[in-house]
């Protein structure tokens, strides 16, 4: 059974750092592309950043690249999120994706909160 564990959210003051990870299994993870999506309450999911699944490329939404960094340990069948910088717009639920063709597998989503 496929399985995507995210942890790592938390509340986090504006301008601090989180680290988020997404644990996989049931999958052959090299063969997946990873992502992180976000949403906030009343609005729609947003993707905020993608990873090859070689890990030789990635992409970002433009609200958080330079602050946000993903990448991936195979080994480790784990995909992460380090979020920098952090604005109190970065509120809202990020849940790891994974991706092959024609086949979608979501994790249960961490909270994130950022507020003074």
């Known amino acids: 059974q496929v399985q995507l564990v995210e942890s790592g959210g938390g509340l986090v003051q504006p301008g601090g750092s989180l680290r988020l990870s997404c644990a996989a299994s049931g999958l052959t993870f090299s063969s997946y592309a990873m992502s992180w999506y976000r949403q906030a309450p009343g609005k729609a999911r947003e993707l905020v950043a993608r990873i090859t699944n070689t890990g030789g490329s990635t992409s970002y939404a433009d609200s958080v690249k330079g602050r946000f960094t993903i990448s991936r340990d195979n080994a480790k069948n784990t995909v992460y999120l380090q979020m920098n910088s952090l604005k109190p717009e970065d509120t809202a639920v990020y849940y790891c994706?994974?991706?092959?063709?024609?086949?979608?597998?979501w994790g249960q989503g961490t909270q994130v909160t950022v507020s003074s």
């Open positions: 994706n994974a991706a092959r063709q024609f086949r979608d597998y």
